[in-house]
């Protein structure tokens, strides 16, 4: 399959490795996922392989018991309860696949339960933070101009980090206020930008981006000073960067955390529910709610800092 796809070519000769590949291959075909789904996918499936060759038994051939076993040998080595429950995951839709192009036979994952998750609640920081961070760029130079719209953007529409920098310039409607963005599987949503997020966007495209764009031609929204997109990393560490002058600890915030802060400043003020999954881009509204559960940790601590009987 294309390297650009899903990462490097299998190694030539495994019968295990070409299966993997194949799945992968129908997967990007299919379902457009991200080169890091898919990798993840080739990283499970090629670990569980590796286990069962010293069995002489092909991924093909595994059944639940040998599944069950190799859960067991990986808790046994600490590994965490959500990695497994990726593993299993991984290995569903492999035999979803598999059935689905008529291999025949029973899906050995059928009947397993996923490990239990502890139920960890995002750590959201609170407006006043935001709001330093936000103001932290200094907006007199082109590239504190960019990255004050990054900051904006991101807040106000609750974009995931490789959405932010693969948005293409087309993506944003000016006049409708609405950012077109690309999600994960590929599928599409509109988001609201917001007036104030949107001033500073229109700043950033009128007095520093063209500056940017003289140097090479890029479709990208958000210019390097080498006028390319950026990569995640860069975003990333422009977060901290900002995060540290604003006095923020680098730890509490990253590209994830303003999504959070997003989703649970949201319900704060009263948002439904079902508005912030669609905003979110969330394809189950079971993954929303735990912002919910945010949303009354927050007025807990509030009701026992300033009630009388608090």
């Given at each position: 399959?294309?390297?650009?796809?899903?990462?490097?070519?299998?190694?030539?000769?495994?019968?295990?490795?070409?299966?993997?590949?194949?799945?992968?291959?129908?997967?990007?075909?299919?379902?457009?996922?991200?080169?890091?789904?898919?990798?993840?996918?080739?990283?499970?499936?090629?670990?569980?392989?590796?286990?069962?060759?010293?069995?002489?038994?092909?991924?093909?051939?595994?059944?639940?018991?040998?599944?069950?076993?190799?859960?067991?040998?990986?808790?046994?080595?600490?590994?965490?309860?959500?990695?497994?429950?990726?593993?299993?995951?991984?290995?569903?839709?492999?035999?979803?696949?598999?059935?689905?192009?008529?291999?025949?036979?029973?899906?050995?994952?059928?009947?397993?339960?996923?490990?239990?998750?502890?139920?960890?609640?995002?750590?959201?920081?609170?407006?006043?933070?935001?709001?330093?961070?936000?103001?932290?760029?200094?907006?007199?130079?082109?590239?504190?101009?960019?990255?004050?719209?990054?900051?904006?953007?991101?807040?106000?529409?609750?974009?995931?980090?490789?959405?932010?920098?693969?948005?293409?310039?087309?993506?944003?409607?000016?006049?409708?206020?609405?950012?077109?963005?690309?999600?994960?599987g590929g599928r599409e949503r509109l988001v609201p930008v917001g007036a104030v997020a949107l001033e500073w966007i229109e700043r950033y495209l009128r007095e520093a981006r063209p500056r940017l764009a003289s140097v090479r031609r890029s479709e990208?929204?958000?210019?390097?000073r080498r006028g390319t997109g950026m990569t995640r990393q860069m975003a990333w560490t422009l977060i901290k960067r900002h995060a540290r002058a604003a006095g923020i600890p680098v730890q509490r915030?990253?590209?994830?955390?303003?999504?959070?802060?997003?989703?649970?400043?949201?319900?704060?003020?009263?948002?439904?529910?079902?508005?912030?999954?669609?905003?979110?881009?969330?394809?189950?509204?079971?993954?929303?709610?735990?912002?919910?559960?945010?949303?009354?940790?927050?007025?807990?601590?509030?009701?026992?800092?300033?009630?009388?009987?608090?």
């Amino acid at each position: 399959m294309p390297r650009t796809r899903a990462g490097a070519a299998p190694a030539a000769g495994s019968a295990d490795a070409a299966e993997i590949e194949h799945f992968l291959e129908r997967l990007w075909a299919e379902d457009g996922l991200a080169d890091r789904t898919l990798a993840a996918y080739r990283q499970d499936l090629t670990g569980f392989a590796r286990w069962l060759a010293p069995q002489g038994i092909a991924l093909t051939q595994a059944g639940r018991a040998h599944i069950l076993r190799y859960l067991g040998a990986r808790g046994a080595r600490g590994i965490a309860a959500r990695s497994n429950a990726r593993l299993l995951s991984t290995l569903r839709r492999y035999h979803a696949a598999r059935q689905k192009q008529g291999a025949g036979g029973e899906d050995p994952t059928a009947l397993l339960d996923s490990p239990k998750l502890p139920r960890s609640l995002p750590k959201a920081p609170g407006e006043r933070d935001v709001d330093a961070l936000l103001g932290a760029p200094d907006v007199s130079t082109p590239l504190g101009l960019r990255d004050r719209a990054l900051l904006e953007l991101m807040y106000a529409c609750g974009l995931r980090v490789s959405e932010l920098v693969t948005l293409p310039l087309a993506a944003l409607n000016l006049r409708q206020g609405v950012l077109r963005v690309a999600g994960k599987g590929g599928r599409e949503r509109l988001v609201p930008v917001g007036a104030v997020a949107l001033e500073w966007i229109e700043r950033y495209l009128r007095e520093a981006r063209p500056r940017l764009a003289s140097v090479r031609r890029s479709e990208a929204l958000l210019l390097t000073r080498r006028g390319t997109g950026m990569t995640r990393q860069m975003a990333w560490t422009l977060i901290k960067r900002h995060a540290r002058a604003a006095g923020i600890p680098v730890q509490r915030i990253s590209p994830h955390v303003l999504r959070h802060a997003f989703a649970t400043h949201l319900l704060n003020h009263g948002a439904d529910l079902r508005a912030v999954q669609m905003l979110l881009g969330h394809a189950s509204l079971s993954t929303t709610q735990i912002y919910t559960l945010v949303a009354r940790e927050g007025l807990k601590r509030l009701h026992a800092r300033h009630h009388p009987r608090g």
